[in-house]
């Protein structure tokens, strides 16, 4: 049972708004406040409680309409006996409808107008998570909360499944003596004799064998000491045991259906997370979306055997949406990505990566190109350029000339060569990212004519460094970035040839600012050949930023290219 389609009306600051789903995971991006987590909120709303509240509301004279479609697998159709879509089996379009804040959500089918039951509604056992939770008071056996519920209830499954008593785990005798010589002590205290307060023993042994256990690492570290990254991932992955849980025996078994082809129970599962990605480092966001996609697509031996142990369930039906401002923690797949955006007017849209239709070249064309270039769906402007070089060189451009690219949203990305910039292009075009493209001039011919794609002045980056390079700066680069390599010495004999001499003992930039500009001039004419030689030699982020760092002008080109990016960003809604 898969979340496939949603339309939104008059809800926060969702309205008139159309969702399409990846049936597997969906990450849901876009910029601070502008209704992703509102989103995660409407579907707990919708599949977990009766009704929504007064400010959830838009408009207080209009009703909340959500229309959804859920894809449905063959052993999921009974579910909805006859109502379905008409024109696919496996489809079923529901309507939700709460006309005012005193009233309760009421469900029906689209087509035919039956009401459909809440409780069939909330088997698709919708699980809600978000980085506000307070791993320390869940992360306990004897703390019956949260995910606490389901530790606690291992112990209380394993007393109820040995028949065991207090007195298996402890020497009633023993604990007499104890209370004895604490209520001693304490009977000396007034207000413990006034109110006859004293020490007793637990009589519930659930309770009394909870607090006997508490979670550690291999240096016996206790949970609560250890950081959030580690309590978070633990808390995630609970959650959904901890949902199995707080289902009554008549929910679960409700929910619950039979693969006659394998005879395994299944149950439907669909998870909303809340920005997982905090407390977690990079390859720890990657392992953890990775590790929950490996559960709910039944490819967690451990996770599943778990499942059939204490809910007899052996087979989940699962989809994942999440919300996430991190670009470590998405997939490398375009199509798994719903972007929250502004349109020219300032009014919210949605642009979903399942809808995105590419020629086939294109699509594994981007495919190859997206675990480098997640970074830009984050961004309010990208610069797209073939290689590290510029890559490297641009940020320093930025600051050189005073732009703090970050306050602006605007990322420059290395597209991997020049024919990946128009797909890219295209790409982030299809979700509304403001973009511009840098390409070598050798390439113009084949690509002229793109929108927003522009040419370097020379031939290559290389050329327009060489010609806003004065051949002192260039000279006093190599001296200082390679003072052990001496490679500017092997420009002594080129500036011989034209009656320039210079002491090689000494450093070779200075002897030059008593020369007249002329002949600077026709030394750096003599030197283009080799200038252009050592650059693209000396490819690389770091020889870019070197490069940006000491060129004696940032070229027109670039600068043209970040004042045009500034404009679109300040302009952007």
């Known amino acids: 049972m898969k979340i496939s389609k949603l339309e939104i009306s008059n809800y926060r600051n969702l309205n008139e708004i159309k969702i399409r789903f990846h049936p597997n995971i969906n990450f849901i991006i876009g910029e601070n406040n502008i209704g992703k987590s509102n989103l995660l909120d409407l579907l707990n709303i919708l599949f977990n409680r009766n009704n929504f509240a007064e400010p959830d509301f838009q408009d207080l004279d209009k009703q909340i309409d959500v229309k959804f479609s859920l894809e449905l697998s063959e052993i999921e159709q009974g579910f909805f006996e006859d109502l379905f879509d008409p024109s696919e089996r496996g489809k079923i379009n529901i309507v939700a409808i709460q006309e005012s804040p005193d009233e309760e959500i009421k469900f029906h089918h689209e087509e035919s107008g039956t009401a459909i039951s809440k409780k069939i509604i909330r088997c698709v056992n919708y699980i809600s998570y978000d980085s506000l939770r307070n791993p320390p008071s869940e992360l306990s056996f004897s703390k019956n909360k949260g995910v606490g519920k389901f530790l606690n209830h291992i112990i209380v499954r394993y007393l109820k499944d040995t028949n065991l008593q207090d007195t298996d785990f402890i020497i009633p005798e023993k604990i007499g003596e104890l209370l004895t010589q604490v209520n001693q002590s304490l009977q000396k205290i007034k207000s413990f004799k006034d109110f006859s307060v004293q020490a007793v023993g637990e009589s519930n042994k659930e309770n009394l064998l909870a607090k006997l256990i508490l979670l550690a690492d291999s240096n016996n570290q206790s949970l609560d000491k250890l950081g959030y990254g580690v309590q978070f991932s633990i808390i995630i992955t609970l959650s959904i045991l901890e949902r199995l849980l707080s289902l009554n025996k008549q929910h679960l078994e409700r929910c619950t259906i039979k693969d006659d082809l394998d005879s395994e129970n299944c149950i439907p599962i669909l998870i909303g997370l809340d920005e997982p990605e905090i407390h977690l480092h990079p390859y720890a966001q990657r392992s953890l979306i990775k590790y929950l996609d490996r559960i709910v697509s039944n490819k ?274």
């Not at 399942?354 to 970074?375: A, R, S, T, W």
């Not at 290395?414 to 511009?436: T, V």
């Not at 794609?453 to 000279?475: A, K």
């Open 300 to 573: 967690e031996p451990d996770f599943i055997s778990l499942l059939e142990d204490i809910f007899k369930v052996s087979k989940l039906l699962g989809q994942i949406l999440v919300v996430s401002h991190s670009p470590n923690i998405l997939l490398n797949d375009y199509r798994h990505l719903i972007r929250f955006c502004k349109d020219d007017a300032g009014v919210l849209i949605v642009k979903n990566g399942i809808d995105i239709d590419l020629e086939e070249k294109i699509e594994k064309q981007l495919l190859k190109n997206l675990p480098y270039v997640k970074e830009a769906f984050f961004s309010k402007v990208v610069i797209l350029v073939e290689g590290e070089s510029e890559l490297g060189a641009l940020p320093i451009f930025f600051e050189r000339l005073g732009i703090d690219s970050d306050e602006l949203g605007i990322s420059v990305i290395q597209a991997g060569g020049a024919e990946s910039i128009p797909p890219l292009m295209k790409l982030l075009d299809k979700f509304s990212i403001l973009n511009l493209g840098l390409m070598d001039t050798d390439k113009k011919t084949v690509h002229v004519g793109i929108p927003n794609l522009h040419f370097t002045q020379g031939i290559d980056f290389e050329e327009d460094m060489y010609h806003s390079f004065d051949i002192i700066d260039y000279i006093k680069y190599l001296e200082e970035e390679y003072p052990d390599e001496r490679k500017a010495h092997c420009f002594i004999g080129k500036a011989r040839d034209i009656e320039i001499i210079f002491d090689p003992k000494d450093l070779i930039h200075p002897q030059l600012n008593s020369l007249p500009s002329d002949k600077i001039q026709e030394l750096k004419e003599t030197l283009k050949d080799d200038i252009l030689r050592g650059m693209k030699s000396r490819k690389g982020i770091i020889c870019g930023r070197d490069l940006g760092s000491y060129v004696t002008e940032v070229p027109q080109i670039y600068e043209d290219l970040i004042k045009k990016a500034v404009e679109l960003s300040t302009n952007a809604k």
